[in-house]
Protein backbone atom coordinates (compact mmCIF):
# COMPACT_ATOMS: atom_id res chain seq x y z
CA UNK A 1 0.00 0.00 0.00
CA UNK A 2 1.34 3.16 -0.72
CA UNK A 3 0.05 6.48 1.65
CA UNK A 4 -0.85 9.16 -1.01
CA UNK A 5 -3.49 10.68 0.92
CA UNK A 6 -2.02 13.50 3.14
CA UNK A 7 -2.61 17.04 2.70
CA UNK A 8 1.48 17.97 2.33
CA UNK A 9 1.01 21.13 4.57
CA UNK A 10 5.18 20.83 5.56
CA UNK A 11 5.10 21.42 1.63
CA UNK A 12 3.40 24.71 0.72
CA UNK A 13 3.06 26.61 -1.01
CA UNK A 14 4.22 23.44 -3.29
CA UNK A 15 0.51 21.70 -2.20
CA UNK A 16 -1.57 24.36 -2.71
CA UNK A 17 -2.36 23.18 -6.37
CA UNK A 18 -1.20 20.12 -6.23
CA UNK A 19 -1.07 16.71 -3.85
CA UNK A 20 1.67 15.86 -2.34
CA UNK A 21 1.72 12.46 -3.82
CA UNK A 22 2.82 14.86 -7.25
CA UNK A 23 5.60 17.16 -6.07
CA UNK A 24 8.37 16.37 -7.77
CA UNK A 25 11.92 15.80 -6.88
CA UNK A 26 14.37 14.44 -10.40
CA UNK A 27 11.93 15.10 -12.82
CA UNK A 28 9.59 12.74 -11.41
CA UNK A 29 6.68 12.74 -9.12
CA UNK A 30 7.08 11.42 -5.61
CA UNK A 31 4.23 8.54 -6.57
CA UNK A 32 6.09 7.56 -9.60
CA UNK A 33 9.42 6.88 -7.64
CA UNK A 34 7.52 5.02 -4.86
CA UNK A 35 5.83 2.94 -7.83
CA UNK A 36 8.95 2.14 -9.69
CA UNK A 37 11.13 1.42 -6.35
CA UNK A 38 7.82 -1.26 -5.90
CA UNK A 39 8.33 -2.42 -9.37
CA UNK A 40 11.93 -2.82 -9.10
CA UNK A 41 11.63 -5.64 -6.36
CA UNK A 42 8.57 -7.40 -8.33
CA UNK A 43 5.43 -5.53 -6.74
CA UNK A 44 2.71 -6.32 -9.36
CA UNK A 45 -0.20 -5.57 -7.32
CA UNK A 46 -0.52 -2.19 -5.19
CA UNK A 47 -3.21 -0.01 -3.42
CA UNK A 48 -3.12 3.93 -3.27
CA UNK A 49 -5.59 6.21 -1.18
CA UNK A 50 -6.00 9.43 -2.15
CA UNK A 51 -7.65 12.79 -0.75
CA UNK A 52 -5.89 16.11 -1.57
CA UNK A 53 -6.55 16.87 -5.14
CA UNK A 54 -7.37 13.03 -5.32
CA UNK A 55 -8.63 13.84 -9.02
CA UNK A 56 -5.04 15.05 -9.99
CA UNK A 57 -3.60 11.49 -8.52
CA UNK A 58 -6.57 9.46 -10.53
CA UNK A 59 -5.62 11.51 -14.01
CA UNK A 60 -2.15 11.38 -13.35
CA UNK A 61 -2.04 7.10 -12.94
CA UNK A 62 -4.59 6.85 -15.99
CA UNK A 63 -2.40 8.89 -18.14
CA UNK A 64 0.90 6.61 -16.98
CA UNK A 65 -1.72 3.63 -17.57
CA UNK A 66 -0.64 2.67 -13.70
CA UNK A 67 3.00 2.52 -14.47
CA UNK A 68 2.23 -1.12 -15.69
CA UNK A 69 1.12 -2.56 -12.52
CA UNK A 70 -2.73 -3.17 -11.19
CA UNK A 71 -3.77 -0.05 -8.77
CA UNK A 72 -6.77 -0.20 -6.92
CA UNK A 73 -7.52 3.31 -5.53
CA UNK A 74 -8.46 3.71 -1.87
CA UNK A 75 -10.89 6.79 -2.10
CA UNK A 76 -10.68 9.00 1.10
CA UNK A 77 -11.69 12.03 -0.58
CA UNK A 78 -14.82 12.40 1.77
CA UNK A 79 -12.55 11.81 4.79
CA UNK A 80 -9.60 12.16 5.05
CA UNK A 81 -8.51 8.49 7.77
CA UNK A 82 -5.11 9.27 8.82
CA UNK A 83 -2.29 6.55 8.70
CA UNK A 84 -4.36 3.60 10.51
CA UNK A 85 -7.75 4.53 9.31
CA UNK A 86 -6.75 4.64 5.90
CA UNK A 87 -5.43 1.10 5.91
CA UNK A 88 -8.41 -0.14 7.75
CA UNK A 89 -10.35 0.91 5.13
CA UNK A 90 -8.40 -1.03 2.42
CA UNK A 91 -8.52 -3.88 4.55
CA UNK A 92 -10.16 -5.66 2.03
CA UNK A 93 -7.60 -5.49 -0.67
CA UNK A 94 -5.11 -7.68 2.15
CA UNK A 95 -6.75 -10.62 3.54
CA UNK A 96 -4.52 -13.67 1.84
CA UNK A 97 -0.68 -12.44 2.78
CA UNK A 98 1.91 -10.16 4.52
CA UNK A 99 1.63 -6.97 2.54
CA UNK A 100 4.40 -3.47 2.55
CA UNK A 101 3.00 -0.22 3.04
CA UNK A 102 5.09 2.60 1.85
CA UNK A 103 4.24 6.66 2.54
CA UNK A 104 5.15 8.55 -0.98
CA UNK A 105 7.10 11.03 0.47
CA UNK A 106 9.70 8.61 1.88
CA UNK A 107 12.90 7.85 -0.55
CA UNK A 108 15.14 5.25 0.50
CA UNK A 109 17.48 2.42 -1.30
CA UNK A 110 16.39 0.02 1.40
CA UNK A 111 16.48 -3.19 0.16
CA UNK A 112 12.68 -4.39 0.21
CA UNK A 113 13.09 -7.77 -0.46
CA UNK A 114 15.25 -8.29 2.53
CA UNK A 115 12.45 -5.86 4.40
CA UNK A 116 9.89 -8.72 3.41
CA UNK A 117 11.65 -11.73 3.71
CA UNK A 118 12.74 -10.62 7.29
CA UNK A 119 8.93 -10.24 8.17
CA UNK A 120 8.14 -13.84 6.43
CA UNK A 121 11.17 -15.62 8.70
CA UNK A 122 10.11 -13.93 12.11
CA UNK A 123 6.83 -14.49 11.82
CA UNK A 124 5.91 -11.23 13.53
CA UNK A 125 3.02 -9.20 13.19
CA UNK A 126 4.74 -6.44 11.66
CA UNK A 127 8.18 -5.42 10.96
CA UNK A 128 9.27 -1.86 11.16
CA UNK A 129 12.06 -0.28 9.08
CA UNK A 130 13.78 1.82 11.48
CA UNK A 131 16.81 3.84 12.17
CA UNK A 132 19.63 5.62 14.87
CA UNK A 133 18.69 9.12 14.19
CA UNK A 134 17.61 12.12 15.42
CA UNK A 135 13.57 13.03 15.64
CA UNK A 136 10.77 14.28 17.73
CA UNK A 137 9.71 10.92 18.16
CA UNK A 138 11.26 7.93 18.41
CA UNK A 139 9.78 3.97 18.95
CA UNK A 140 11.41 2.09 21.93
CA UNK A 141 12.45 -1.28 21.20
CA UNK A 142 13.66 -4.27 24.08
CA UNK A 143 16.92 -5.75 23.63
CA UNK A 144 15.79 -8.18 21.63
CA UNK A 145 14.30 -5.43 18.86
CA UNK A 146 10.82 -5.65 19.33
CA UNK A 147 9.02 -2.95 20.01
CA UNK A 148 8.19 -1.82 23.38
CA UNK A 149 7.02 2.14 23.59
CA UNK A 150 7.07 5.56 22.42
CA UNK A 151 8.44 8.55 23.25
CA UNK A 152 8.10 12.47 22.17
CA UNK A 153 11.57 13.68 22.19
CA UNK A 154 10.11 17.62 22.50
CA UNK A 155 7.69 16.66 26.02
CA UNK A 156 8.92 13.90 27.55
CA UNK A 157 5.45 11.88 27.11
CA UNK A 158 6.21 8.23 26.80
CA UNK A 159 3.95 5.26 26.17
CA UNK A 160 4.98 1.96 27.11
CA UNK A 161 3.46 -1.38 26.16
CA UNK A 162 5.87 -3.70 27.36
CA UNK A 163 8.20 -3.50 30.37
CA UNK A 164 11.48 -3.79 29.44
CA UNK A 165 15.17 -3.28 31.16
CA UNK A 166 16.27 -0.61 28.54
CA UNK A 167 15.12 0.94 26.11
CA UNK A 168 16.55 1.55 22.44
CA UNK A 169 15.18 4.62 20.96
CA UNK A 170 14.52 4.30 17.12
CA UNK A 171 13.11 6.59 14.75
CA UNK A 172 10.48 4.90 12.16
CA UNK A 173 11.07 5.02 8.44
CA UNK A 174 7.83 5.15 7.11
CA UNK A 175 8.19 1.88 5.34
CA UNK A 176 6.88 -1.29 7.10
CA UNK A 177 5.48 -5.11 6.35
CA UNK A 178 2.26 -5.99 8.11
CA UNK A 179 0.19 -9.24 8.69
CA UNK A 180 -3.12 -8.97 7.62
CA UNK A 181 -4.10 -10.10 11.74
CA UNK A 182 -3.06 -5.93 12.16
CA UNK A 183 -6.32 -5.52 11.10
CA UNK A 184 -8.11 -7.17 14.85
CA UNK A 185 -5.93 -4.33 16.64
CA UNK A 186 -7.57 -1.53 14.99
CA UNK A 187 -10.40 0.51 16.89
CA UNK A 188 -13.83 1.13 15.18
CA UNK A 189 -12.67 4.53 13.64
CA UNK A 190 -12.92 6.19 11.31
CA UNK A 191 -9.90 8.13 12.01
CA UNK A 192 -6.81 6.98 14.30
CA UNK A 193 -2.57 6.77 13.14
CA UNK A 194 -0.98 3.20 12.73
CA UNK A 195 1.37 4.10 15.67
CA UNK A 196 -1.51 3.76 17.93
CA UNK A 197 -2.16 0.49 16.41
CA UNK A 198 1.14 -0.78 16.65
CA UNK A 199 1.50 0.36 20.38
CA UNK A 200 -1.93 -1.71 21.46
CA UNK A 201 -0.66 -4.37 19.66
CA UNK A 202 2.65 -4.52 21.21
CA UNK A 203 1.10 -5.35 24.37
CA UNK A 204 0.45 -8.54 23.13
CA UNK A 205 2.32 -9.44 19.75
CA UNK A 206 5.87 -9.21 18.63
CA UNK A 207 6.91 -6.09 16.50
CA UNK A 208 10.29 -6.21 15.01
CA UNK A 209 12.68 -3.40 14.25
CA UNK A 210 14.26 -3.96 11.15
CA UNK A 211 17.72 -1.72 11.35
CA UNK A 212 18.35 -0.05 8.46
CA UNK A 213 21.09 2.60 9.39
CA UNK A 214 23.45 2.49 6.13
CA UNK A 215 20.50 3.10 3.75
CA UNK A 216 20.19 6.10 2.13
CA UNK A 217 16.61 7.69 3.33
CA UNK A 218 15.04 11.11 2.98
CA UNK A 219 11.60 12.21 4.30
CA UNK A 220 10.70 14.66 1.37
CA UNK A 221 7.87 15.76 3.92
CA UNK A 222 9.48 19.96 3.33
CA UNK A 223 10.53 21.73 0.55
CA UNK A 224 13.52 22.08 1.89
CA UNK A 225 14.28 18.15 1.54
CA UNK A 226 13.91 18.74 -2.18
CA UNK A 227 17.33 19.76 -3.29
CA UNK A 228 19.03 16.61 -1.73
CA UNK A 229 15.91 14.85 -2.61
CA UNK A 230 16.56 15.70 -6.54
CA UNK A 231 20.40 13.95 -5.72
CA UNK A 232 19.35 10.78 -4.13
CA UNK A 233 16.51 10.08 -6.75
CA UNK A 234 20.01 9.70 -8.90
CA UNK A 235 21.21 6.71 -6.56
CA UNK A 236 18.36 4.76 -5.97
CA UNK A 237 17.58 1.91 -8.56
CA UNK A 238 13.72 2.01 -10.21
CA UNK A 239 12.34 -0.04 -12.50
Do not use: C
Not at 9 to 26: C, F, Y
Not at 37 to 48: C, I, T
Not at 62 to 76: A, K, M, T, Y
Not at 210 to 228: C, N, P
Request: aromatic content about 8%.
Amino acid sequence: MIFAAGLGTRLRPLTENKPKALVEAGGMALLEITIRRLKYFGVREAVVNIHHFGKMILDFLERHQNFGIDISVSDERGLLLDTGGGLQKAAPHFKGASFLVHNVDVLSDIDLRALYQAHLTSGALATLAVRNRASSRHLLFDEAGFLAGWRHNRTGEERISRPAARYQPLAFSGLYVLSPRIFEFMPPGPVFSIIDVFLEAAKAERLLAYRHDDSLWLDVGKVAALEQAEALVKKIPLA
